[in-house]
């Protein structure tokens, strides 16, 4: 049963701290997505790559966000510095995408915390 | 530019329909479905592409109106598992990432 797996869970840090989130998307899938979900924003694009190229980052705050595809196993999302208003669900999805719609599929989600 | 769902939030009781609907702005290639239970992640329920073609789930079935720019997710003879929150998401050309609306929360009650 093939999923898309996200680490840690669960991350509580003070304002200030950097907090690195990982994601292994599915084996297969060559396009891979972060989001965001707050209650006010609902689920908001961050970044996503295709093939481990990055497509569209316009979503991320440039100057703390950074979202990298060291290798197509492995997706990172870095904050640095955190801030409070950084606290969310942090969620990563990916899917195959060979021309036209396709489905995603999501990570768990890392659920963090900006004190 | 997100789609907007409607209604906010529902209560059913477990057998009655109900109707979520997604609006867009912008014209459309495709809108996509996903259920999320509380404190887990969204999960795809279907697709449905340009032509109006209706793609069903289980109980649950959708229609596309080009013209509309709109997107119906119809639920019938609810249960309680299909309690969540139901987002619809918007895609333009095919090759573009999705946006999604601010979701559809859904009770179903005993």
């Known amino acids: 049963d093939a999923r898309v797996t996200q680490t840690p869970r669960h991350k509580v840090t003070e304002m200030g701290q950097e907090v690195t989130m990982r994601c292994q998307p599915i084996?297969?899938?060559?396009?891979v997505f972060w989001y965001r979900q707050t209650m006010m924003q609902g689920l908001e694009l961050l970044a996503y790559f295709r093939n481990r190229a990055p497509l569209d980052d316009s979503g991320m705050p440039k100057d703390r966000f950074s979202a990298e595809m060291p290798d197509a196993t492995l997706a990172t999302l870095k904050i640095q510095p955190s801030e409070p208003r950084d606290s969310a669900v942090y969620f990563c999805?990916?899917?195959?995408?060979?021309?036209?719609?396709?489905?995603?599929?999501f990570g768990p989600g890392t659920r963090l915390t900006v004190t | 530019q997100q789609p907007v769902q409607s209604p906010q939030a529902v209560i059913l009781r477990e057998g009655e329909d109900a109707v979520i609907n997604c609006s867009s702005s912008k014209a459309l290639y495709s809108v996509h479905w996903y259920r999320q239970k509380h404190g887990e992640a969204p999960v795809f329920l279907m697709i449905l592409l340009k032509g109006g073609e209706q793609k069903g789930h289980e109980k649950i079935s959708a229609s596309f109106n080009e013209k509309k720019q709109q997107s119906s997710l119809y639920l019938t003879a609810s249960q309680l598992s299909y309690s969540g929150t139901y987002f619809c998401?918007?895609?333009?050309?095919?090759?573009?990432?999705?946006?999604f609306g601010k979701g559809t929360r859904l009770s179903v009650i005993a």
């Open positions: 999805a990916s899917g195959l995408s060979a021309g036209g719609s396709y489905e995603q599929y």
């Open positions: 084996l297969g899938h060559n396009t």
């Open positions: 998401g918007t895609d333009t050309s095919g090759n573009t990432p999705l946006v």
